[in-house]
């Protein structure tokens, strides 16, 4: 779906983006972040509320978000502050694509709105009338207009119930692991970690999109499919934040594929599914 679509769903940031500098500054010296300023446009007829990046500073600025001292290069990816020595972002904000240097709080905001933007991107017009739907409902429900979280979460969550009433898993399996990335960057990481152990059962069961499993534990052999590099490391890196032992990260996974297992009638046992981790974790120790 081309991006100009898109583009025509969203607030455009006030004009004011590039000129907030004594502003921010004030708000900084009474304690605040720069992301605690509000923006002038407070519209609520678009998709989306993008007026909370009004306040982020463009890359064009070259400026520290924590310290606002003058950077004689903004960052393209992560960068610490020559000056305050805080670890500061390169981002793009989702559609209008504006480039912006962003704290590590406004990062996970801005990394959250790619993710639904991408989802949105990736469904369709079917999956943006769903949106709006839901967002009209919750502030129906609530008396008020739903945080954009809410609105994603309850979407992808109706999806993902759907996707396992058709036996979809692949499907299933791809909104887990989004609702898993979703809540790490909200830093809900004991939930965050739940789901992304739930993916790699998933994952070990081989399940595909029409009910089959490519492994199956009816017949005498069988191959584990291969578990994804990158969200292993994922879930090894929410480990360590947590700090979870080895022993108790696997009693937490053998617990959470038993509960997958029974209620989806999945068929590799929750062991069988560790031992396959337990392999893949070790390679990354090596």
């Avoid at 923006?39 to 890359?59: E, G």
């Avoid at 970690?193 to 081989?206: A, K, R, S």
Wanted: hydrophobic share 30%.
């Amino acid at each position: 779906m081309p991006l100009s679509f898109f583009k025509k769903l969203f607030e455009k940031p006030s004009a004011q983006i590039h000129s907030r500098d004594k502003v921010v500054k004030e708000q900084m010296q009474k304690g605040k972040q720069p992301s605690t300023i509000q923006a002038n446009n407070s519209s609520n007829s678009s998709l989306f509320k993008l007026d909370i990046f009004n306040s982020y500073l463009s890359q064009e600025e070259a400026k520290c978000p924590y310290c606002l001292e003058k950077l004689e290069k903004p960052p393209t990816r992560k960068r610490k502050c020559p000056h305050c020595k805080e670890t500061m972002y390169g981002r793009t904000l989702p559609v209008i694509k504006r480039k912006v240097v962003v704290t590590e709080k406004q990062r996970n905001k801005v990394d959250q709105y790619n993710l639904i933007v991408s989802e949105l991107e990736m469904y369709g017009n079917d999956y943006i009338k769903k949106y709006r739907e839901i967002k009209n409902d919750l502030k129906s429900k609530w008396g008020f207009e739903p945080e954009d979280r809410d609105v994603f979460w309850q979407l992808i969550n109706k999806y993902r119930i759907n996707m396992a009433s058709s036996k979809a898993w692949g499907l299933y399996r791809n909104a887990t692991h989004r609702m898993a990335e979703f809540l790490a960057l909200e830093g809900k990481l004991e939930s965050s970690l739940d789901l992304y152990i739930e993916v790699h059962y998933i994952d070990t069961n081989g399940a595909g999109n029409s009910g089959q499993f490519h492994n199956d534990e009816t017949t005498s052999e069988y191959n584990f499919s291969d578990l994804a590099p990158a969200l292993v490391a994922k879930t090894l890196d929410i480990k360590e934040q947590l700090n979870l032992t080895d022993e108790e990260f696997k009693d937490r996974y053998i617990k959470i594929s038993s509960i997958t297992k029974q209620s989806l009638q999945f068929p590799i046992e929750s062991k069988k599914s560790w031992f396959k981790f337990e392999k893949e974790m070790k390679s990354f120790k090596d």
